[in-house]
């Protein structure tokens, strides 16, 4: 047995993308974050996964609220249905926006509001998860949000879920690669890069990426990440 992960990075809801071309004009909706949710919800599903977790940036703006709000909902009370838990966090397209989408949704939580870190645990068959999150209040933050992450951990597995700029300086949620090793978490899921890392299996922490392609100076393979967790 093992335990199924399902990690989406950033989705940008309301944002088209750019610089199609004209081949794949036709295409545009097809090729949309919305079209790229909706099949992520059916693997979710088919993948019989336990628990859905999505690093910020989940809307692109405030002004696409109304827009995203059902494909949000409908999207979660789908996996709802089957049994899968939904976490979030918020990234700084978002602050404001995710809060109120979900604020109705029982289905799916939203962790470290109010710029707090927060802890989720969650229990299966096949043994513990403890999830930590950290969301932006507002746009822009240039402190490290590590600062005021609590030290102690418990036995189960520990994942971290952040939205930020790694090693940069940022109005962001700078964060190091130091600090995130000295965070005393098992795995990293980070958002807001658009570009994924190469994840190991042995250290599977670092950037998502977008869930579908948005630009075409960003080029290279996009989806969610599948994780399986066997044997602790």
């Known amino acids: 047995m093992s335990i199924k992960i399902l990690a989406i990075g950033d989705v940008h809801l309301g944002r088209k993308p750019s610089r199609l071309p ?3 004009h036709q295409r545009a909706v097809a090729l949309s974050p919305q079209a790229a949710w909706e099949k992520t919800i059916a693997l979710a599903i088919n993948e019989t996964v336990d628990v859905v977790v999505m690093l910020g940036d989940v809307v692109e703006s405030d002004s696409d609220y109304f827009e995203a709000l059902p494909i949000v909902e409908k ?4 996996l709802a249905e089957h049994g ?7 990234g700084n397209h978002d ?5 109120t989408v979900v604020r109705n949704m029982t289905e799916a939580t939203l962790l470290g509001q109010g710029e707090q870190w927060q802890s989720h645990r969650i229990q299966t068959p096949e043994g513990e998860l403890t999830f930590w999150g950290w969301s932006f209040a507002q746009r822009y933050y240039s402190d490290s949000p590590l600062q005021t992450l609590p030290k102690q951990r418990d ?3 520990n994942i971290g879920l952040l939205h930020c700029d790694r090693d940069q300086s940022s109005d962001y949620a700078p964060v ?4 995130l090793k000295d965070a005393n978490m098992d795995i990293w899921l980070l958002g807001h890069v658009h570009q994924p890392d190469t994840l190991s299996p042995t250290a599977p922490s670092g950037y998502l990426g977008t869930l579908c392609g948005l630009d075409a100076g960003e080029p290279g393979p996009r989806g969610p990440w599948l994780m399986e967790i066997k044997a602790g």
């Open 84 to 90: 899968i838990s939904v976490l979030m966090i918020c």
């Open 155 to 157: 036995s189960s597995l």
């Open 95 to 99: 602050a404001k926006t995710l809060p």
């Open 22 to 24: 004209s081949a794949l």
């Open 176 to 179: 190091t690669s130091q600090a």
């Open 75 to 78: 999207g979660v009370s789908a």
